[in-house]
């Protein structure tokens, strides 16, 4: 009979760590069960304490009774022909000790004396839901496995473009009234394979470079006049001329700016 009822003391503090003691005893003093470190002294003193609080030369006539304090609190319970008594903190979870102390103990008490669960002295059969709250406030909530993260396909990467040709040049000055600042013109042909190579895709900045490493971008456009001297020739505005510190006649290398 006893052993069962000192196996659910004994876990208390398991089912609820902030339930500081524990004990279940009867009216004379005897005792049943007790959290560990429990003394007898203790629950005789207890009881000596409630039968003045009682005026009763026994608990009896106790049924349920709570004291608390600042930090404390201290409830007895009568179930069957025993009393079980537990000493918390106040800031325990009170869902998960009243399970235990109104529901999951006194079953166990009365199963242990072969009492009647079904019609229990001082306390009100169990709803549906009731006893759904009971398991869930001493069941600790089911871990959920982890879902393994499908790995993200990855993007195919983008195709590498080819490496800017480089064509070289002879500079020619063009000037006038209508003749941008801004803009060379060289061979069609150049420009055509400079297109092909890169699949259609449009550009409209080359650079020019010098022999001495200086560099400038710039727009072009393609010669309007095929002349026979016209290959290998960049007419360049005296704007850009000055950039680069060339001059008529030099040579310099030019390559279309692929973003």
Not at 131 to 160: G, M
């Given at each position: 009979?006893?052993?069962?009822?000192?196996?659910?003391?004994?876990?208390?503090?398991?089912?609820?760590?902030?339930?500081?003691?524990?004990?279940?005893?009867?009216?004379?003093?005897?005792?049943?069960?007790?959290?560990?470190?429990?003394?007898?002294?203790?629950?005789?003193?207890?009881?000596?304490?409630?039968?003045?609080?009682?005026?009763?030369?026994?608990?009896?006539?106790?049924?349920?009774?709570?004291?608390?304090?600042?930090?404390?609190?201290?409830?007895?319970?009568?179930?069957?022909?025993?009393?079980?008594?537990?000493?918390?903190?106040?800031?325990?979870?009170?869902?998960?000790?009243?399970?235990?102390?109104?529901?999951?103990?006194?079953?166990?008490?009365?199963?242990?004396?072969?009492?009647?669960?079904?019609?229990?002295?001082?306390?009100?059969?169990?709803?549906?839901?009731?006893?759904?709250?009971?398991?869930?406030?001493?069941?600790?909530?089911?871990?959920?496995?982890?879902?393994?993260?499908?790995?993200?396909?990855?993007?195919?990467?983008?195709?590498?473009?080819?490496?800017?040709?480089?064509?070289?040049?002879?500079?020619?000055?063009?000037?006038?009234?209508?003749?941008?600042?801004?803009?060379?013109?060289?061979?069609?042909?150049?420009?055509?394979?400079?297109?092909?190579?890169?699949?259609?895709?449009?550009?409209?900045l080359v650079s020019i470079e010098t022999l001495e490493g200086k560099t400038v971008c710039c727009k072009y456009k393609p010669l309007k006049e095929a002349k026979p001297n016209a290959k290998g020739v960049i007419q360049v505005?005296?704007?850009?001329?000055?950039?680069l510190d060339s001059g008529v006649g030099k040579l310099v290398m030019v390559k279309p700016v692929i973003d």
């Amino acid at each position: 009979m006893a052993e069962a009822i000192k196996t659910l003391i004994g876990e208390f503090k398991t089912l609820s760590p902030d339930v500081a003691n524990a004990m279940v005893f009867k009216p004379n003093g005897e005792t049943i069960a007790a959290t560990e470190g429990t003394t007898p002294e203790q629950i005789e003193t207890l009881i000596a304490q409630l039968n003045s609080i009682t005026h009763a030369d026994c608990i009896g006539g106790l049924e349920n009774l709570t004291i608390q304090d600042v930090n404390t609190q201290f409830s007895v319970r009568s179930v069957s022909d025993v009393y079980l008594a537990t000493v918390s903190s106040r800031s325990v979870n009170q869902k998960a000790v009243e399970s235990l102390t109104k529901i999951v103990a006194p079953m166990v008490i009365r199963l242990a004396f072969n009492s009647d669960i079904s019609s229990p002295q001082n306390t009100q059969p169990l709803t549906d839901k009731e006893a759904v709250d009971a398991e869930a406030a001493i069941s600790p909530p089911a871990e959920e496995p982890e879902a393994n993260a499908l790995p993200q396909p990855e993007a195919p990467p983008e195709p590498s473009l080819p490496k800017p040709p480089v064509t070289q040049f002879m500079v020619e000055r063009i000037g006038g009234i209508l003749v941008p600042s801004d803009t060379v013109r060289m061979d069609s042909e150049v420009i055509l394979k400079w297109h092909d190579l890169y699949g259609g895709k449009q550009f409209t900045l080359v650079s020019i470079e010098t022999l001495e490493g200086k560099t400038v971008c710039c727009k072009y456009k393609p010669l309007k006049e095929a002349k026979p001297n016209a290959k290998g020739v960049i007419q360049v505005p005296e704007k850009i001329i000055q950039a680069l510190d060339s001059g008529v006649g030099k040579l310099v290398m030019v390559k279309p700016v692929i973003d």
